[in-house]
């Protein structure tokens, strides 16, 4: 691409022809199909196109250097691509953990090796990653977990179970904590990463209270990893894991807060559903003063955590990437997005208790379970209580309790 000396109207024409040249029109706009048409294995014709289109530019991760297949972009750029897309109504098919938590994890841990062998796949959108963490024994004392790594001379031989795997269903790769050192905690943890593929590898999804699954049990019986699959030193991966679930903090928290996790674009803002349903008075306010004043904290304490988490992207962007500060951001994204669907569920009154039917419009039963999977906010990517440790200790350096 060319450089344009930091001249972003330069770089939007440039933007607005090659998207008006590849972008396929039939995905533009309804974001909840276009979603489904992306994410259908087998893809469509046209999503495929697309997608490979994007990974070939480098745009579907913009600010990644151009030598691991990114757009190279700066940030200013970035967010030009960023409009020009909404413009037209596209959307980027190249994401995931992947891209979100892995892929900045492999730029600053990796071997050249694994950089050569998997951004590839990340960057074209081609190969799935899903996190092994969690264990039914070791969810917030992570550092317990049991799932064994063997060494076995060209291999590592793994045996046991993970839980809460998000999209493992559909994932290529594992990004997964194994236990290589039994005699020691934290100094005993290596990081694998594990072919979802191969044989011994069992995936059973959970089904949750809103009715889907996006979170699976994971089973590994006798699964044989090639050595050179180590990420970082042996014995060595609970420095990289904590890096990572800054990462992982980090977007889950904007995404909670910009109401992204769990919620189709079908779901009533705050705002709309109070009007709908509770009305408005004389002057034009809605007519519940109580839930007026409530909906006016939540639409203020949401303002001023968007614009935070603005300038902490900034921050990362231009430092050494996402802080202990992550897990704050994750606290108080998570309840924001939970007082949001709250409020909205309120205000839907007894249309707020439809899970389907005729008797419910598509919004409104989609709030309901849009309500019912923001439960889970406060536990994913560490639970609030986690996080407000890690605040404690990390941040504020406040001593244990006696």
Same mark, same amino acid.
């Given at each position: ?15 607005r022809?090659?998207?008006a ?8 706009h309804d974001?909840?199909t ?6 259908a ?10 997608? &490979? ?5 480098g745009? $579907? *991760?913009p600010t990644? /250097?151009?030598?691991?297949g990114? %757009?190279?972009?700066t ?8 409009e ?8 980027n ?7 979100s ?19 590839p796949?990340i ?5 799935w ?6 264990e ?11 799932t064994?790594a063997e ?15 998000s999209?493992?269903?559909y ?20 990081? &694998? ?6 044989? $011994? *590898?069992?995936?059973? /999804?959970?089904?949750?209270?809103? %009715?889907t ?32 679930l ?6 889950i ?6 109401g ?5 674009s ?10 709908a ?6 002057t ?7 839930l ?5 904290e939540?639409?203020?304490?949401n303002?001023a955590?968007?614009?935070t988490v603005?300038r ?7 430092g ?8 704050a951001m994750k ?8 007082d949001?669907n ?26 309901v379970?849009?309500?019912?999977r ?6 994913e ?20 309790p006696?």
């Open positions: 691409m060319a450089d344009f000396g930091g001249d972003v109207e330069a770089f939007r024409a440039e933007a022809d090659w998207l040249a590849n972008f396929p029109k039939s995905l533009a974001f909840d276009q979603l489904a048409k992306l994410q294995r087998p893809e469509t014709a046209e999503a495929k196109a697309w997608r &490979l289109a994007l990974g070939a530019k745009w $579907g *991760v990644w /250097p151009k030598d691991i990114g %757009g190279g972009l940030r200013e750029q970035a967010r030009v691509l960023a020009e897309m909404a413009s037209i109504g596209a959307r098919p190249i994401g995931g953990m992947g891209v938590m892995f892929g900045p994890t492999l730029m600053e841990y990796g071997s050249d090796a694994l950089k050569k062998q998997h951004f796949g960057v074209m959108g081609e190969v990653w899903c996190q092994g963490y969690s039914p024994g070791a969810g917030s004392d992570l550092a317990g977990l049991q064994r060494d076995k001379g060209d291999h590592f031989l793994v045996n046991g179970s993970k839980i809460w795997t999209g493992a269903q994932a290529d790769r594992c990004y997964c904590l194994v236990r290589t050192d039994t005699s020691k905690k934290h100094e005993g943890i290596s990081f &694998l990463l594990i072919d979802m593929h191969a044989p $011994g *590898v069992e995936v059973r /999804p959970i089904l949750l209270i809103n %009715g699954s996006p979170f699976c049990e994971t089973f590994f019986t006798d699964v044989k990893v090639p050595k050179d699959q180590l990420f970082g030193p042996l014995n060595g991966g609970w420095t990289i894991a904590k890096r990572l800054q990462h992982e903090r980090d977007g928290g904007a995404s909670l807060g910009s992204n996790i769990g919620a189709a079908v779901v009533p803002t705050v705002i709309e559903a109070a009007k349903n509770v009305g408005l008075d004389e034009g306010r809605l007519a519940d003063p109580d007026r004043r409530r909906v006016t939540h639409l203020m304490e303002k955590f968007q614009l603005r902490q992207q900034d921050e990362a962007r231009s050494a990437g996402p802080s202990n500060l992550a897990a606290y108080a994204g998570a309840k924001i997005a939970q949001r709250e409020l909205v569920v309120e205000s839907l009154g007894h249309q707020g208790l439809g899970w389907g039917g005729d008797g419910f419009a598509a919004g409104e039963a989609a709030a379970r849009s309500w019912l923001s439960k889970a906010n406060s536990i990517g560490g639970s609030s209580e986690i996080n407000l440790n890690v605040v404690s200790k990390r941040v504020l350096g406040l001593p244990d006696k």
